[in-house]
């Protein structure tokens, strides 16, 4: 599937009237692990992303370049729409373009720009808010930065939880002017925050980590709201299954293989494909 179909794909689930739970994912198979169980959309965040690529913690030191080679990767290896948080755009205005054209170019259906002063700032108490009018600057950019119009730009603020929801609503009321496709608010933690936030939201509303409990898809569907980030555990759970897997091998003790285990890397792998095209290519040859 072409970049500008996925890209409309993801345009028709953000338009729609159900609230979704993207997938989580990182790496090529994860995101074909994700398709092949039915998710509608992938999702990576800033966070996983810098686990992947550095193994590192979330402090936003990874470049430009290498989220863009990783969204490459995914992007090709699934025919379902992949969006991804761009943090801040790794830096200013002018920054913020360069990201929205080399994610664009490598293949994305979209992604959000945050409002919050990243990396941390010296001197200063981490996950603080920009000024709403750098943030409407900075979507601005975005918007005028994407070669195809069917990429999504999606404008991200925490500020519910970092300067309070009067603050959250006048960000909302700002940013939706500039003509971004969604809204992705992080840090809210009650019924009361998300119904405030989808009342004054006119676009469609993503939301980010709210408490298991307040994850009713028809009413938050009902809402406006489109999609919420359940968190991240398909990677940290790939991780301590790996840890745990090398410790039994380290001591040999390690036993069979589940029975589906061989099966299942060779649906994700594509080896039939693969198959097909050394017969078809390689004249038969194994």
């Not at 999702?43 to 979330?58: E, Q």
């Not at 999606?154 to 969604?182: E, F, H, K, M, P």
């Not at 090398?246 to 589940?258: F, N, Q, S, V």
């Amino acid at each position: 599937m072409k970049a500008s179909d996925k890209r409309r794909a993801l345009r028709t689930l953000l338009k729609g009237e159900a609230c979704l739970f993207p997938a989580s994912i990182y790496d090529p198979l994860s995101a074909r692990a994700a398709e092949e169980i039915g998710y509608e959309c992938l999702f990576m965040a800033g966070s996983v992303a810098s686990l992947v690529i550095l193994g590192a913690p979330d402090l936003v030191i990874i470049t430009l370049s290498e989220l863009a080679e990783q969204t490459r990767r995914i992007a090709r290896a699934s025919s379902l729409p992949f969006f991804l948080d761009a943090d801040h755009g790794f830096g200013n205005a002018l920054s913020v373009m360069r990201s929205v054209q080399e994610l664009e170019a490598a293949g994305l259906s979209g992604l959000t720009i945050e409002d919050t002063e990243l990396p941390d700032p010296f001197g200063k108490k981490s996950g603080q808010p920009l000024s709403i009018e750098e943030g409407v600057g900075k979507l601005n950019a975005a918007l005028a930065a994407r070669s195809d119009p069917e990429f999504v730009i999606i404008g991200r603020s925490g500020a519910v939880g970092s300067s309070g929801l009067d603050d959250a609503l006048a960000r909302i009321a700002a940013y939706q002017q500039t003509g971004v496709d969604a809204i992705f608010l992080s840090g809210l933690k009650s019924q009361e925050e998300i119904e405030a936030c989808g009342k004054a939201c006119k676009l469609p509303l993503l939301l980010g980590a709210i408490p298991e409990k307040l994850r009713d898809a028809q009413a938050l569907g009902a809402l406006g709201v489109r999609a919420v980030i359940t968190g991240h555990r398909p990677h940290a759970a790939s991780v301590t299954a790996t840890y745990e897997t090398l410790r039994a091998t380290r001591d040999g003790t390690l036993g069979p293989a589940p029975a589906d285990e061989a099966a299942m890397l060779d649906r994700l792998t594509r080896k039939q494909d693969y198959a097909r095209w050394k017969q078809d290519f390689l004249g038969g040859k194994s």
